[in-house]
Nanobody
């Protein structure tokens, strides 16, 4: 069984940065995908960024501002978020998925004030 624990959320002002971390306990495969989702109040959860052995992908609204990375030795994935705007306010969730597996973290709140 894998557990994902996010950390690094908080309250920041527009233009500032945050780095989210997602630490996995238990074994995950380096070839599995890991991603960050977010859900704002009254909106559907959306995939923001993901990373596989083949590379990284981002949704348009965060491209150039957010960077996803992973440290396989630490079983940890990161999301560096720069130039934050109030529209980035949401609960951010980490997900790990692969053949026969699908795990979610509990979420971490990111609030960006204007």
């Amino acid at each position: 069984q894998v557990q994902l624990v996010e950390s690094g959320g908080g309250l920041v002002q527009a233009g500032e940065s945050l780095r989210l971390s997602c630490a996995a306990s238990g074994s995950i495969f380096s070839g599995d995908a890991m991603g960050w989702y977010r859900q704002a109040p009254g909106k559907q959860r959306e995939l923001v960024a993901w990373i596989t052995s083949g590379g990284t992908m981002y949704i348009g609204s965060v491209k150039g501002r957010f960077t996803i990375s992973r440290d396989n030795a630490k079983n940890t994935v990161y999301l560096q978020m720069n130039s934050l705007t109030p529209e980035d306010t949401a609960v951010y969730y980490c997900r790990n998925w692969g053949a026969g597996s699908d795990y979610w973290g509990q979420g971490t709140q990111v609030t960006v004030s204007s």
